[in-house]
C-alpha cells in the first residue's frame, strides 16, 4: 500500500520538476545581445559637454586626413620626414586650439651664444609638445648557427644560414652556445595528465619544440575538445588581435625553467613552411598582390625600456623542418617519428640530445634614429583630481614607403589620429573641463612594437594614469558577410538574431578592461547621444596587438574601439577616399562623451 501511495505521489510531482528543469534550462540561455549596444534613437547630451561635442564632425576629420594621409607624408613611417611632418601637423594645430604642450623641455637653440653676446640672461627652458625618444634602427644582421654532436674523439658538425634554415629577429649583437633538448610541443596539461617537461632539466639549454599542440586535425583528439581546443588551436587571428606569444604557456614554461632559448618548429608537415618559403611570403600578403622592395625596418626602444612589462624574455628561433631533422639526425631521431609517438601515446617523449651542442652567432648593424609622441593636454579642474591624466592616443606611424610603393595608412592608424586630434580640439572648445586632466596622445613607433606607447607608460607625462582610451582603425565600415566573419575572429558567435538587427554601416568593436566594469556602464550610457551600433566585450587581459596593450600590462584600465579591418589592412591600398566619415564622427564623440565622464567620475 505504503508504495503504491508514494508511487502515485511522485507520478504526480513529476511534471512540477520538469517544468521547473525546463525553466531552469530557460534562464540559463545566455542574452544574445549581452556584448551588443545597438542605439538608434538618440537622446540630445547635457550642456555641460554640448560645445565640445558638436564641433566633432565627420567633415573637419577628413579634412585633417586627407594632409595626414597624403602621399608627401611617404606613409609616416617612424623616424621618417614623412612622421615628422605629421607630427609637427599635429603640434600646430594643439597650439592653435590652446591645448597646453605635455612633452619634453626644450631649450631654444643657438639661444646660449646669442644671449651670452648680447648680455642677456639665457631664455628660460619651456615644455614643448614633442616627447623624444630614441631608437636602435636595426640595418642588418648576419649570422650562422652550427650543431655539434661529440663523443670522445668522435665529432660531427653542420652549420645553418638566416634566412634559410631559421629565422632569429634578435636586437644587437648576441652569441649563445647550449646543449640541446626535446620536449615535443613543450606542454604542461595536467587535465590530460600530460606534462613534456616532466624529469627534464632544461636550464641554460635549447629547447627544441613543435608549435601548436598534438591532434591537430584530429577530431577525437583530447586537444581539439572544448576549452582545450580553444587554448591550443585558438582562430587564426589577425596581427594585431594576437596574444603576445610571452603571454602563451608555450613560452612561460621555458622562460620561468630558465632556458637559453626555444629553437620554434612549425607543427604542419608541408614543405610551405619551411623558412625559405615563409620569409619570402612574409614580404607579401597574398599571390594576386606583389612582392614590395625591400623589407620593413626594424627598431626597438634603447635598452630595451618596457620589454619586461611585455615578457618578450625568451629568444625564439623559427627553425625548419630540415634544419630539426639535421639537428636530431646526430642522435639518429627525426620529427615525423617523434610526432607520430607523441600522437599515438599522448605520452611525453622528450630527451636531452646527448653529446649534441648547438652555437647561434648572431651580429646586427645598427644606428640610433630619433621620433617623438606628440602629447597636449588640458589641466583638470579639481585642484586634486587634476593630478590624475585620461590618456586618450592612437598611433601616428604607419608603414611608410617601399619603393614605389606607399602605405598611406589613412585608416590606420591616420583615422584614431585625427580623431585624437578632434577631442582635444573639443575639450578645449568646451567651455566646462572635467575634473581629472586630459592628456591627447599621438604615439610613434606603434607599427614596430608599440614602440611610443611603451615609451610614455614608462615616462608619463602625469604620473598617474587613471584610464588610457585608445582608437586604432575607426574609420571603415562592414559589410553583413564580414560582420559574421568578424564574430568568429574576436571568438564569439553573432547570432543570426542580432546580425539581423544589426547596421554594418555604424558598427565598432569597443574592448575595455574587465577590471572596471565603470567604463562598460559609461560607454554605454553615452552610446544614447551617439548611435553607434556596437559590440562592446570586456577581458582581463589588454589583448591585441596595439597601443592600449602598454597601460593595460601595467594594470592601467583601457578602452580600445576598432572598426573594419579590411582587404586594405597594411597595404597600399588603405587610402582617404575610402574612409567613413559618419561613422568616424560618430565613435570620435563617444570617446570624447566617455571620456569626459571618465574625468569626472
Ligand atoms: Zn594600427
Not at 631559421?166 to 590530460?192: C, D
Request: proline share 5%.
Amino acid at each position: 500500500m505504503k508504495k503504491t501511495l508514494l508511487f502515485i505521489l511522485i507520478l504526480s510531482l513529476l511534471p512540477y520538476s520538469l517544468a521547473i528543469g525546463q525553466q531552469e534550462q530557460a534562464e540559463e540561455k545566455p542574452d544574445p545581445m549581452k556584448n551588443f549596444s545597438l542605439v538608434d534613437e538618440t537622446q540630445p547630451v547635457s550642456e555641460k559637454v554640448k560645445v565640445g561635442f558638436d564641433s566633432i564632425t565627420g567633415k573637419d576629420t577628413v579634412t585633417y586626413l586627407k594632409f595626414i594621409s597624403d602621399d608627401l607624408l611617404e606613409g609616416r613611417d617612424t623616424a621618417s620626414e614623412g612622421y615628422d611632418i605629421a607630427a609637427l601637423y599635429a603640434a600646430t594645430m594643439f597650439e592653435l586650439w590652446g591645448i597646453k604642450p605635455a612633452g619634453d623641455m626644450e631649450r631654444p637653440s643657438m639661444d646660449f651664444r646669442r644671449m651670452m653676446m648680447q648680455g642677456q640672461p639665457p631664455a628660460q627652458a619651456k615644455r614643448g609638445y614633442f616627447q623624444n625618444i630614441a631608437f636602435l634602427e636595426t640595418l642588418g644582421s648576419e649570422g650562422q648557427a652550427t650543431v655539434t654532436w661529440q663523443k670522445g674523439l668522435m665529432k660531427k658538425t653542420k652549420s645553418f644560414s638566416p634566412d634559410m634554415d631559421y629565422t632569429y629577429r634578435a636586437s644587437g649583437n648576441q652569441s649563445m652556445t647550449a646543449p640541446v633538448v626535446f620536449v615535443g610541443y613543450g606542454i604542461q596539461e595536467p587535465s590530460l595528465k600530460f606534462d613534456e617537461y616532466k624529469n627534464l632539466d632544461v636550464k641554460g639549454k635549447f629547447v627544441m619544440m613543435l608549435s601548436e599542440a598534438p591532434g591537430k586535425g584530429d577530431p577525437e583528439s583530447p586537444f581539439n575538445q572544448g576549452e582545450l581546443k580553444k587554448k591550443y588551436f585558438p582562430e587564426r587571428q589577425p596581427r594585431m588581435m594576437r596574444r603576445r606569444r610571452s603571454t602563451s604557456p608555450k613560452f612561460k614554461v621555458p622562460t620561468d625553467l630558465g632556458a637559453e632559448a626555444v629553437l620554434l618548429v612549425e607543427n604542419s608537415p608541408d614543405e610551405n613552411a619551411d623558412i625559405a618559403r615563409q620569409y619570402l611570403n612574409s614580404q607579401r600578403i597574398n599571390d594576386e598582390r606583389p612582392i614590395y622592395p625591400g623589407t620593413r625596418r626594424r627598431m626597438s626602444l634603447v635598452d630595451n625600456i618596457g620589454r619586461s612589462m611585455f615578457g618578450d624574455s625568451i629568444p625564439t628561433i623559427r627553425i625548419s623542418r630540415k634544419m630539426a631533422n639535421e639537428i636530431l639526425g646526430m642522435v639518429d631521431h627525426d620529427i615525423g617519428t617523434l610526432k607520430g609517438k607523441i600522437e599515438g601515446t599522448l605520452k611525453s617523449h622528450s630527451m636531452a640530445l646527448q653529446g649534441v651542442s648547438l652555437s647561434v652567432k648572431n651580429k646586427t648593424e645598427s644606428k640610433l634614429v630619433n621620433s617623438m609622441n606628440v602629447l597636449g593636454y588640458i589641466e583638470g579642474s579639481d585642484p586634486e583630481l587634476k593630478n590624475e591624466a585620461v590618456v586618450i592616443g592612437g598611433h601616428l606611424d604607419h608603414l611608410g614607403r617601399r619603393g614605389d610603393y606607399i602605405f598611406n595608412g589613412a585608416d590606420d592608424d591616420g583615422s584614431g589620429s585625427v580623431g585624437v586630434m578632434e577631442i582635444a580640439e573639443a575639450f578645449a572648445k568646451n567651455p566646462v573641463k572635467p575634473k581629472r586632466s586630459i592628456v591627447f596622445a599621438l604615439w610613434t613607433g606603434e607599427e614596430k612594437g608599440l614602440l611610443g606607447s611603451r615609451y610614455y607608460v614608462a615616462n608619463p607625462f602625469i604620473e598617474k594614469t587613471a584610464v588610457n582610451l585608445n582608437l586604432d582603425m575607426i574609420s571603415r565600415v562592414y559589410d553583413k558577410e564580414m560582420l559574421a566573419r568578424s564574430g568568429r575572429r574576436w571568438g564569439i558567435e553573432v547570432s543570426k538574431e542580432v546580425l539581423e538587427k544589426i547596421d554594418p554601416k555604424k558598427y565598432v568593436n569597443c574592448s575595455f578592461d574587465a577590471n572596471t566594469p565603470v567604463i562598460e556602464e559609461i560607454i554605454r550610457k553615452n552610446n544614447n547621444h551617439v548611435g553607434l551600433h556596437m559590440r562592446i566585450t570586456g577581458s582581463k587581459e589588454a589583448t591585441g596587438g596595439s597601443d592600449h596593450a602598454p597601460f593595460g600590462q601595467a594594470k592601467i584600465p583601457w578602452t580600445f574601439f576598432i572598426a573594419a579591418m579590411t582587404e586594405d589592412y597594411h597595404q597600399p591600398s588603405d587610402s582617404v577616399d575610402k574612409v567613413s566619415a559618419d561613422l568616424m564622427e560618430k565613435i570620435i564623440r563617444l570617446t570624447y562623451l566617455a571620456a569626459f565622464d571618465l574625468a569626472d567620475k
